[in-house]
């Protein structure tokens, strides 16, 4: 496994494999690497030729305020999981080599998409997502790049992105990954604790609540959004940001679950913020 730093180096290995037929799989990362994380690794495995990880904690996607200082960092341990899941190539780029001085040039997705939800949480989070993306995957220049679809938004801001600006490569959305008792797996979750990880359960209560009623027959917006919020208030250490069904390709707000649709949450406990969601599909309901 090759780990790699500089720009120059990784463009010059992934050349090497590209110009040798082989299909080139990337995962994009902040490290602190978990089990979300490695389903991400495994699936680039089964399908590519040859895998690469970036480790980087792009300091452009956080915002003054939040946790850039103190997101977890464990380069030692994401290299052996790394290695044990027989990755190629490490980029793990120190921050002057992404942003040289004077750097000042950004790729941007305009519109609700990025204005919404997260968006209006976390002024400029997407720009950084996207700039960072974006070089990233003119860096490593891969075929297929892998991304959780617990991160839903920045997951259809990223599509949104390849497909507009005409990115040769496919980008393949891989399921949530969950703790045994439905606690989605972040790299934040090294924050909580242990009441507030008890806490933090209620956000997948909340979500199995609106996919439960909707499964039931109930199709108002609405009152999935409300269902889900009173399970989510059932719990002291949470303070809410967002509760929200949208459509599950625009975001777009939505009155009634007539197609594929999305339930998103973001929800503070303590001090930790924590993003969640879960899907609402007509076709493959349980009546």
């Avoid at 797996?185 to 008890?198: A, C, I, W």
């Amino acid at each position: 496994m090759q780990v790699l730093h500089t720009v120059s180096e990784t463009r010059t290995a992934t050349t090497e494999v590209r110009m040798a037929g082989r299909k080139i799989g990337f995962v994009p990362t902040m490290g602190a690497l978990h089990d979300g994380h490695m389903s991400l690794v495994r699936r680039a495995r089964e399908e590519c030729d040859y895998v690469a990880v970036s480790i980087f904690v792009n300091p452009t996607q956080f915002g003054p305020s939040e946790d850039f200082d103190k997101y977890p960092r464990t380069f030692s341990d994401d290299l052996e999981k790394c290695k044990k899941a027989r990755v190629d190539l490490v980029f793990a780029p120190p921050a002057s080599e992404m942003y040289p001085p004077g750097f000042d040039s950004w790729v941007e997705v305009k519109g609700f998409i990025t204005q919404t939800l997260e968006g209006e949480c976390r002024p400029n989070h997407f720009r950084g997502v996207t700039t960072v993306c974006a070089k990233l995957f003119n860096i490593v220049g891969p075929d297929v790049a892998y991304f959780g679809m617990k991160d839903y938004q920045q997951l259809k801001v990223i599509q949104k992105m390849v497909r507009e600006l005409n990115m040769p490569l496919e980008i393949v959305p891989c399921p949530t990954v969950r703790e045994a008792d439905g606690l989605a797996m972040s790299s934040r979750n090294s924050y909580l604790s242990p009441e507030e990880r008890d806490a933090a359960l209620v956000l997948s209560r909340s979500l199995m609540k609106a996919q439960e009623i909707f499964a039931s027959g109930e199709r108002e917006a609405e009152v999935i959004e409300g269902v889900a919020r009173q399970v989510l208030l059932s719990e002291p250490l949470v303070r809410i940001d967002y509760v929200a069904v949208r459509d599950a390709e625009t975001l777009e707000p939505i009155e009634r679950v007539e197609k594929e649709a999305v339930v998103l949450i973001a929800a503070r406990i303590g001090s930790t913020r924590l993003i969640d969601n879960c899907l609402l599909s007509v076709e493959h309901r349980t009546d």
